[in-house]
């Protein structure tokens, strides 16, 4: 068959089923992504004849005799394609995943299409940005700055990759080819919870292609939990890398490898499996109840289970004060339970990645944001030395959480020891959803009680998490959803019962917030009930109970950690910043009648780094050309923290950004680094980046001093150049004379990750609801940020908007939906409803005038957090406007319909309006 | 998505070349669905594309779709000036999940065939009294539109037959509609969508789609009163026939359908 790719004709054969998508792909246009492979996200969007489709739809076949079009041949490097120029003046991207599905589509929209860009846009997710960046580059706005050396640290400056993204030329897991790859398809279990009795590998060997199958018989048996962390008590071993029981509908029973994919589903469809099938139990409150069906029974303390009979795998119990009795004296009291559910991370690409043995090296090249908490993983799961091990990423296509895992990693290393050759795991949407791992679904019960002039005297907490199947993050994430939460307030008695259970379901683990979205959720609605039965305003009822700069800031029971000072303070700034801008007069919503209107809002502090210790190592060096090679462990994923690090080392050197070249996340160029989670890429990472290149700027002053004689003190650098008076040396003169005498010019610097900081959010809304229909239209949307000094105020924006959308995604619209047996239900996109750019209203940002102590030049952390205040400050409006509280998430219409209703019905109001 | 178990596509040029069914045979017109799922069962494909049938014609008896014609085809169409129902289509185009981008691809017939109760092309063409022409060995046969999808997913083809065209009576066409739709999501997948018609005689008939498993037509002597018009909704449509999936619960989906269904009778009764 004859093709027309980008401009170039040539023949090939498609096979019968093969998508234009994979073989776009397979014939080097890497620009062109999976995000879903089902049609509904856009990233694989291409033009045919001049005409954007989704690739993954088109049967290949069908592109005979068009002319294709991808990313990659929209323009030329040189001669950028308009649309691809707006996306980066405008930096319309963080993770970049989406970018040339987004480009390709934007740029193919006529002027009518420009008008209502929500139903132009709906066929292209973005997970990052929340889409205000998007129609910045639509409408060709310039986001960035230039400025002058040395001052690049808060200022908007560009991505480093952004020519590169909008190219579609970034290279992300999968965008690399490799001679002689085998494939590898995951069986998966059907059943809830089962013991396998037998596995045949014979059928599925017999597949023609298929080289090897591996089964718990393969397996190391060892214990280890996916979840990675700086110090392994935090989360129980309790996972085999394949096991003999599974406990989850989609856990991985074998690994089928061979020379093409479809050799490998179909050896998985041959595979055959003798399940003992168990009872099984998926709801949390059932699973801790006696007589349950017990899923870890062998666990112990030691594995770090608090209580594997009764399915407990954390829990924390304490008291400070007596709450029962502030409650009994309190003037006002309020009780509710708050149920949060099932989301997941979607981030647009899906885990996997590419493993090979290179001159004795394990080489493992995954969608990470843990490279070297997986090295060490891997290293001990199997006997391995750390040197024999490789971890690293380029771009990750997003990761929210969800990349703090070790999911696919160690298949990877157990088929590439096992056969020899290399390989590479692609998991399918489908399977993000059935088995990788999701938000911890929780029920909060909250008990409190103030005083009559609003002072808080009692807040007490009782959580059940549901982990699912496996103890990843069940601890430090039910912790940290009573911490912070119960922290925030000064009051002299607080509770906690806290309890996170396995049931028969796919394993929750680390989501964007870490807990604290759903702590908040409740805690939050309850200050704003007291606040209501005192007559305060909501922020007045804040300012009230909050802590200030030196008040402890207290959850029971004492975690032993007291490394969290004031570094900064903004949270009283940001109440003020966000009542000021509801205030502010806004144009008139041409409501139809009958909508109710209200206002809420919700505040949030977290930690600027996890507990006991999270380190970064950084080191930079003078260039032969003069330029600085700066070399981080923390990975980029759409955080920034790429921007962010070459801002910093810029401005330690009194130089511009272009000259720091950066290389990062990758095991082999040394050091440690805990990972890019806990939103620490900038307090803790940037801090090593921080003393590298001061500890180097020294060095530099020093070795100049010496050369010509006066004190380092005398000397300063200045863009490409050191001057000491009437002397200039530029860096690539310096350099050389360096090499002259055998010298090389670097410098290192770490971080361990405390003391640790608190950074603090305020999300106010304005919305209306219909009672007519349960519709919910957002008025106004604002939220102000502690984030320190800012280290790039368009990234920064970016993060806070980009969290708002998120959030409202979980609470307006997405929900996965397990069924009694323990299977996803909706586990694809058209199902799954991701917020699109009809779905997400413009969020004002505002920051607080701050600056941190601890953190790298001032900034804080501010990753996580703008997703955390925002389904609770939703609930407070939505109470405001209808009178009713609601006590569960998603906010759906269908759901708070009849509740409107009813309400409506007690009011004796059956006039419905429109 | 790879159908990795598709061995062959046969691309038929004319009804003779069509190749006796088999079992792991599929259809394949736009694809767009085809490809969206795996397909495991499947072995090979049946191109449509080759047969290249005209995706629309215009007679004076009215108006012939092609099943393999494009959603952007119909939206596009530019209807005779006395087509009063001509709105109604682009609303139902636009009433898709799925973008423009799959608008070029995704066909009517497609969408028919699925059976999906929020398949706006099934709300269009029951709307306007549609009758699909199905192809089976050696002959063929009609059936009105809403007679064709039975259920959720499910329709009156049997293996082997062939939805051809669906043909629209020029007298459909001439009507006065009112559109409503609603989703749980601002632009998202249909729970409810409402179709109204006034004829010229002043008959009217709703079609309730999207909320039910399968359309439901109902007709009326005139337009109806507010109260008449709910209570033969609670009388034709029992509570067992309303959708539920994640797209909507049953009860609001049904209080939604006599929300819109009396925005129509205003609408209608209002411009009458």
């Known amino acids: 068959m004859n093709f027309e790719i980008n401009g170039k004709s040539f023949t090939q054969t498609p096979r019968a089923g093969q998508c234009l998508r994979t073989f776009l792909r397979e014939l080097g246009h890497f620009g062109v992504k999976k995000g879903c492979d089902a049609g509904d996200c856009g990233a694989c969007s291409v033009m045919i004849d001049g005409e954007p489709v989704h690739s993954c739809l088109i049967p290949a076949f069908r592109a005979e005799g068009h002319a294709v079009t991808t990313i990659e041949g929209l323009a030329s490097k040189e001669a950028p394609h308009p649309m691809q120029q707006a996306f980066l003046e405008a930096q319309a991207f963080q993770c970049g995943f989406c970018t040339a599905g987004m480009i390709l589509t934007c740029a193919s929209l006529n002027q009518a299409q420009r008008q209502d860009l929500g139903v132009a ?108 962390h700086e110090r392994a008590w935090m989360d129980p071993d309790d996972t085999r890398v394949l096991d003999d029981v599974v406990r989850f509908v989609g856990q991985k029973v074998a690994a089928i490898i061979a020379e093409t994919e479809a050799a490998a589903e179909e050896g998985c469809r041959r595979l055959k499996v003798d399940y003992e099938i168990w009872p099984h139990v998926v709801d949390p409150e059932a699973a801790i109840a006696s007589g349950a069906p017990v899923l870890h029974p062998d666990r112990r303390v030691e594995n770090r289970v608090a209580n594997a009979a009764r399915n407990i795998v ?55 944001q843990v490279p070297f908490l997986t090295r060490r993983a891997l290293s001990e799961l199997f006997d391995l030395p750390p040197d024999k091990v490789r971890v690293f990423c380029e771009c990750v296509g997003g990761g929210f959480g969800g990349k703090q895992e070790m999911l696919v990693e160690d298949i990877l290393a157990l088929a590439a020891l096992k056969t020899g050759r290399p390989v590479k795991l692609e998991l399918t949407r489908e399977e993000q959803f059935i088995a990788t791992s999701t938000r911890h679904p929780m029920r909060v019960t909250v008990r409190a009680g ?65 807990g604290l979205p759903q702590g908040q959720f409740a805690v939050e609605a309850t200050i704003d009930e007291l606040a209501r039965q005192l007559g305060l305003s909501p922020f007045e009822m804040r300012r009230r109970n909050i802590v200030r700069p030196g008040d402890p800031m207290l959850w029971p029971p004492d975690n032993g950690y007291h490394d969290v000072l004031y570094g900064s303070y903004g949270l009283d700034q940001c109440l003020d910043l966000v009542e000021r801008a509801m205030q502010a007069a806004t144009p008139a919503t041409g409501l139809p009648p009958g909508w109710l209107v209200g206002e809420g809002i ?48 810029a401005t330690a050197l009194g130089t511009s950004v272009d000259q720091i070249r950066l290389k990062q996340s990758d095991t082999a160029h040394g050091g440690h680094d805990t990972g890019a989670y806990g939103s620490t890429g900038t307090f803790v990472a940037g801090r090593a980046t921080q003393a590298a290149a001061e500890n180097l700027s020294i060095e530099l002053k020093t070795f100049v001093a010496a050369a010509i004689g006066v004190e380092a003190d005398a000397c300063v650098l200045d863009s490409d150049s050191i001057v000491c008076g009437d002397k200039r040396l530029t860096f690539a003169q310096i350099v050389r004379s360096a090499r002259a005498q055998g010298r090389r010019l670097a410098a290192s610097g770490s971080s361990a990750g405390t003391p640790r900081s608190v950074a603090f959010n305020v999300q106010g809304f304005r ?140 009011q004796g109001k059956d006039q419905l309006p429109r | 998505m790879d159908l990795n178990t598709i061995t062959a596509i046969a691309r038929p040029r004319m009804r003779d070349e069509l190749p006796p069914w088999t079992t792991g045979d599929a259809w394949l017109a736009g694809g767009t669905w085809l490809f969206s799922e795996p397909q495991v069962h499947l072995n090979r494909l049946i191109d449509l594309a080759a047969l290249k049938w005209p995706a629309l014609t215009i007679t004076t008896k009215g108006l012939s779709i092609a099943a393999t014609c494009t959603i952007a085809e119909l939206d596009a169409l530019a209807c005779p000036p006395d087509w009063l129902a001509a709105p109604l289509i682009n609303q139902c185009c636009r009433a898709f999940l799925a973008s423009f981008k799959i608008w070029k691809t995704a066909t009517v017939g497609g969408n028919l065939c699925m059976s999906l109760p929020a398949g706006p092309m099934i709300s269009l063409t029951a709307a306007l009294d549609g009758v699909c022409t199905i192809w089976r060995p050696g002959g063929e046969r009609q059936i009105g539109v809403a007679d064709f999808v039975s259920g959720d997913q499910r329709n009156v083809l049997v293996p082997g037959e062939l939805l051809r065209q669906i043909d629209i009576p020029v007298a459909a066409l001439r009507r006065r509609t009112a559109f409503r739709q609603i989703s749980l999501t601002p632009v998202g997948r249909s729970a409810a969508l409402l179709i109204g018609s006034v004829y010229d005689d002043g008959r009217f008939v709703l079609t ?51 929300r819109l269904a009396e925005e129509i009778r205003v609408e209608c009764a209002g411009t009458a």
């Open chain 1, 450 to 514: 103030a005083d009559e002039n609003g002072k808080l005297t009692a807040l007490q907490l009782d959580v059940l998490s549901n982990t699912g199947a496996y103890g990843n993050h069940a601890g430090p994430v039910l912790f940290h959803a009573c911490a912070e939460s119960l922290g925030v307030y000064n009051c002299p008695n607080k509770k906690v019962d806290a309890v996170a259970a396995y049931t028969n379901t796919v394993p929750a683990g680390a989501f964007r917030g870490y």
């Open chain 2, 208 to 258: 309730v789609t999207a909320s039910t498993r399968r359309p439901i037509r109902l007709p009326f002597s005139r337009i109806p009163q507010a109260a008449e018009l709910r209570e033969a909704i609670l009388q034709r449509i029992p509570d067992g026939l309303y959708h539920d999936d994640l797209h909507g619960k049953p009860d609001w989906r049904k209080a939604m359908t006599l």
């Open chain 1, 767 to 906: 919305v209306a609801v219909n009672p007519g229909t349960g519709e919910i239209r957002i008025l106004k949307s604002v939220q102000a940020a502690d984030a320190g000094r800012v280290a790039n105020p368009m990234q920064c924006r970016g993060q806070v908007e980009g969290g708002v959308a998120q959030a409202l995604g979980a609470a307006l619209y997405e929900e996965m939906v397990i069924d009694t047996d323990g299977r996803v239900v909706n586990p694809r996109f058209r199902d799954y409803h991701l917020p699109s750019f009809a779905d997400v209203p413009r969020t004002e940002v505002l920051f607080a005038d701050t600056s941190d102590t601890l953190g790298p030049m001032g900034a804080k952390s501010m990753s996580e957090s703008p997703y955390n205040p925002v389904a609770a400050a939703l609930g407070n409006a939505l109470r405001d406007a209808a009178g009713i509280r609601f006590t569960a998430t998603p906010f759906k219409r269908d759901r708070l319909y009849p509740l409107l209703q009813a309400k409506l019905a007690a």
């Open chain 1, 602 to 649: 919700a505040l949030t502090m977290i930690d600027t780094v996890p507990p006991d210790g999270h380190i970064a190592d950084a080191t930079i060096a003078l260039r032969d050309d003069g330029g600085f090679e700066l070399v981080v462990g923390t990975a980029e994923f759409g955080n920034g923290t790429s921007t962010v690090h070459r801002q910093i080392a």
């Open chain 1, 121 to 228: 846009l709906k066929g292209n997710i973005c997970r990052c940005t929340g889409y205000r960046a998007i129609e910045d580059a639509l409408d060709g706005r310039t986001n960035i700055e230039s400025v002058a050396p040395g001052e690049a640290f808060g200022r908007s400056l560009p991505a480093p990759a952004g020519p590169e993204v909008v190219r579609g030329a970034a290279r992300y897991t999968f965008d690399v080819e490799i001679e002689g790859l085998l494939h590898i398809k995951l069986a998966r279990s059907p059943y809830p919870h089962a013991r396998i009795r037998a596995i045949d590998k014979a059928s599925a060997l017999a597949v023609p292609g298929v080289r090897a199958v591996l089964t718990h018989a393969d397996a190391p048996d060892r214990l280890f939990s996916t979840a990675r």
């Open chain 1, 314 to 368: 954390a829990e924390a119990h304490g008291e400070y004060g007596d709450v029962a009795s502030a409650l009994a004296q309190s003037a006002v009291t309020y009780e509710g339970t708050f149920t949060t559910h099932r989301v997941q991370h979607a981030a647009l690409e899906t885990h996997g990645g590419l493993a090979w043995i290179d001159e004795g090296v394990l080489n493992v090249r995954s969608s990470t």
